[in-house]
C-alpha cells in the first residue's frame, strides 16, 4: 500500500473495532481498493479526517427487544439500528432477523449499504438493522408479536425523511405489515414512507419483491455482454432459495439461462432439467418448509446435505455462479473449486458472500466477478422508487417500475466501467464499483463540512 495515510487509517481502526470481524472485512475489501482515489486527494482527505469520520457511524442505536412466546414465556432479544451514512440522503437499509445478528454483522451491512446507495444515484444514505431474533419454526402470532414489540422501539429512531428500513434476511412482506402496522398505531398517521417492500393494497410498490433477483440478472447481462458473452444457453446454480434467490432464478430463465440448483442452509436440491420455480415459491413462500422438500414434487431430482467447509451447492458444476444467501458463503477453497470448474462469473445477490481471499482469488484468475454493492443494489433502488410513488401519493405499473430497475442497473455498470476506464482497473469490477459510489460519498461528504 501506497498511502500512508489510507494504512494509517485501516490500522487504526481495525485495532479500536478489532472484535468486529465482518466489519473489518468489508471495510479493507473497500479501502484497500479505493487507494488510487486516495493518492490523487490525499491532503485534502487527511485534513478533513475525510475516511475517519467515514469508517463511524453517525448512530448506532442498540436496544432490548422483550416478547412473548406461545406459551406464555417472556423471551428477550437484542435490536439494532446503525445509522452509518446520511450524506446522500436519509439512512435507508434493510433488517435482518437472524440468531447471528451481532453489531459486526450490522455494521459491514450499513458500511456497504452507503456504497451501495450511492450506486444507485437516488437520494438515500445507508443503514441496517435487525436482531438475533431466529423467526424458524415461530407463529405467525409470534412473529407479530416481535415484531410488535421491535418497531416500540425504533420508532423513536426511523421516519420518512430521517431512516426507512426495509427487508433483508428473515424480514420478509409478512413482517413489514406487522411493523408498518405497529408504526401506525404509535405515531397516530400515516406515513407510507416510512418503511419500503409494503404489501400492494397499502402503499407497497410492484417489483419491488422480484427486484433484487431481477436487478442482478439485468447486472450479469450488463457486465457479461461488456465481455462480449451471451447470457442466453448458459447454466447457474444458485445459493439460497429466499427472496434475492427465487426472483434472480425467474429472471435468469426469462433470459434463457438453466438454472440446474438452489439452496438454503441445509443442502442443495440439484434438478438438471431446471429448476422448477413454482416448486420453490410453494415450498419457501406459502409453506416456509425446505429445500429438500422439492424432491416430494419432484422425484427425478437430486439432494445433496451440506457436510464440510464447501456448501454442497458449490461443489456443482455451471457456467454462473450466484451467491444469494449470506455473507462468507464462498471461501477460497469453494473459489478455487469453482475455478477449476472453469465458471465463467460470479453475481453476488447477497451481501460480502465471498471472503476477500475468495474475491482475489476470482480476480487474479480472471473469472467476472459482480460486485454485490451493485449487482444487488436494485433491492434498494426499487425501495426508493416506493418511497417516490409514497410521496406523491401514486402507484406505478409493474412494467414501469421493472423499466426504471433495469435502467438504473445498466447505469450502475456504465459508472463501474467508467471508474475502470479511468484508473486501469482491467474488469476489476469491485475496484470500480468502490471507486465510483467512494468519489460520489466523498463529495457529498465534503460539500457538507466536518460533521
Ligand atoms: P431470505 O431470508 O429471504 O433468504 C435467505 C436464504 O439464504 C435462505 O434460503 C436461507 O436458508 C439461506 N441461508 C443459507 N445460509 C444462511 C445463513 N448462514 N444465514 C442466513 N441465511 C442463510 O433473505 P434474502 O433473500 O432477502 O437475502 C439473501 C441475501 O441477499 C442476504 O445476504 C441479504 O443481505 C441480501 N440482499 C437482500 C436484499 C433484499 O431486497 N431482500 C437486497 C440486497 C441484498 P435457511 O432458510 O436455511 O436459513
Ligand atoms: O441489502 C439490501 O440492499 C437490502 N436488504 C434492501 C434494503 C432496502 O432498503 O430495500
Known sequence: MQSEYLRKVIEETEAKNSYE??????LKEVLSSIEPVIIQHEKEFRDSALLERLVEPERIVSFRVPWTDDKGQVQVNR?????????????????????????SIM??????????????????????????FDPKGKS?????????????????????????????????????????????KIRNTYEAGVLTGKGLEYGGSLARKEATGYGLMYFMREMLKANNISLEGKTAIISGSGNVAIYACEKAHQLGVKVIAMSDSTGCILDEKGIKLDVVKQIKEVQRGRIKEYLNFVPSAVYLENNGSIPAVYTLKADIVLPCATQNDINLEAAKLLTDKKIIAVGEGANMPCTNEAVAYFLEHKVLLAPGKAANAGGVATSALEMTQNSM????????????????????FRQIQEAEKEYNLN??????????????????????GII
Not at 161 to 170: Q, R
Not at 393 to 412: C, G, H, P, Q, Y
Request: glycine share 12%; net charge positive; charged share 25%.
Open 107 to 132: 455494521k459491514f451491512l450499513a458500511f456497504e449499504q452507503i456504497f451501495k446507495n450511492a450506486l444507485t444515484t437516488r437520494p438515500i444514505g445507508g443503514g441496517k438493522g435487525g436482531s438475533d
Open 427 to 448: 474488469r476489476n469490477y469491485v475496484a470500480g464499483a468502490n471507486i465510483a459510489a467512494f468519489k460520489k460519498i466523498s463529495a457529498a461528504m465534503t460539500a457538507q
Open 21 to 26: 470481524k465482518e466489519f473489518i472485512q468489508a
Open 140 to 184: 405467525d402470532r409470534e412473529i407479530m408479536s416481535f415484531c410488535q414489540s421491535f418497531m416500540n422501539e425504533l420508532q423513536k429512531y426511523i421516519g420518512h425523511d430521517l431512516d426507512v428500513p426495509a427487508g433483508d434476511i428473515g424480514v420478509g412482506g409478512r413482517e413489514i405489515g406487522y411493523l408498518f402496522g405497529q408504526y401506525r
Open 393 to 412: 401519493r401514486d402507484a406505478w405499473t409493474f412494467e414501469e417500475v421493472d423499466r426504471k430497475l433495469e435502467s438504473i442497473m445498466i447505469n450502475i
Open 79 to 103: 435490536g439494532y439500528r446503525v445509522q452509518f451514512n446520511g450524506a446522500i440522503g436519509p439512512y435507508k437499509g434493510g433488517l435482518r432477523f437472524h440468531p447471528s445478528v451481532n453489531q
